[in-house]
C-alpha cells in the first residue's frame, strides 16, 4: 500500500520558495560556484578535500533552510549507486583498492549530481534562465535550461508510476524484485510504462522548443533547400543561366 507520507508533487530538485543567504545569490554565481565545485571533486584524488566536499553538501542545504528531508531526496541514490561500484571494482581489483576507489569514484557522481539540485532548488525558472540568456542566445538558453529540469521532471514521472503501479497491486517493491519470478512485472508494470511517458514528455518539450522558435531558423533552411519549393527553382534557374 502507499504510505500516506509519500508527496507526489516533490521530487529531486524541486524549487523551494524560501528565504535564505542562498536563495538571495545571483543566479549566475550560484551556477558557475556549482560548477566550480563539481569539477573540483572530479579532477581531485585528495580523499580529504572529497570528504570536506562531502561534509559541505549538508551544511549548504541548511543554510538555505531546505532541511535534511531536501538534502535525502536529492542524495540517496548514493546509497544505490555506491555498493554497486564498490561491487564492480571488486571483480578486477582487491578488496582494499576496490572499497576506496569505489568509494572515491561514487562521490565524485554525488558532488556532480547535488550542486547543480542545489541550484535548482534555490532559484526560480524565470532568475535561471534570465542568468544563461547572459552568456548564451535564447535559443541555446533555452535548451540548456530545460536539460537541467528534464532530469528532475523524469524522476517526478517514474516516482508517480512506481507509486501508481503499487497501488494496483504489482509486485515491484525492491522486496519482491529479489525474487526473479517479479521481474517480468517490474518490466510490464513500470519500465515500459516509464518508456512511454518519457516518448510523451520529450514530445512536449519538442512542442514547447517549436512554440519558442527553436527550430524555426532549421525548418527554414530545409524549406528554402528542399527540391520543388520556389526557392530552390530559382536557385537551379540562376544556375543553367
Known sequence: ???????????????????????RLNAGFKLVAALGLTISALITQYIPLIAGLIVLMPVLYFISNLGLRDFW?????????????IFLYLLKY????????????????????????LVQRTTSASDMIQAFRRILPDKAAFILF?????????LRESLDIWHAQLLRGARIT????????????????????????????????????????????????????????????????????
Not at 512536449?204 to 527553436?214: F, H, K, T
Open 1 to 23: 500500500m502507499l504510505s500516506p507520507r509519500h508527496n507526489l508533487s516533490d521530487y529531486p530538485g524541486k524549487y523551494r520558495v524560501k528565504d535564505s543567504p542562498v536563495h
Open 146 to 154: 530545460t536539460s537541467l529540469r528534464f532530469i528532475p521532471l523524469l
Open 94 to 117: 582487491e578488496p582494499a583498492y576496490a572499497l576506496t576507489q569505489g568509494l572515491m569514484v561514487a562521490c565524485k557522481i554525488l558532488l556532480a549530481i547535488v550542486p547543480a539540485m
Open 73 to 85: 531526496r536529492d542524495s540517496r541514490f548514493f546509497f544505490f549507486q555506491a555498493p554497486l561500484i
Open 174 to 241: 525492491p522486496k519482491h524484485l529479489l525474487n526473479p519470478k517479479n521481474w517480468k512485472d517490474f518490466s510490464h508494470c513500470f519500465i515500459l510504462p516509464l518508456m512511454v511517458r518519457i516518448l510523451a514528455v520529450t514530445r512536449e518539450v519538442a512542442i514547447s522548443a517549436q512554440i519558442r522558435g527553436v527550430d524555426t531558423y532549421n525548418a527554414h533552411i530545409e524549406r528554402m533547400t528542399s527540391p520543388g519549393t520556389p526557392q530552390q527553382e530559382n536557385a537551379q534557374k540562376k544556375e543553367t543561366m
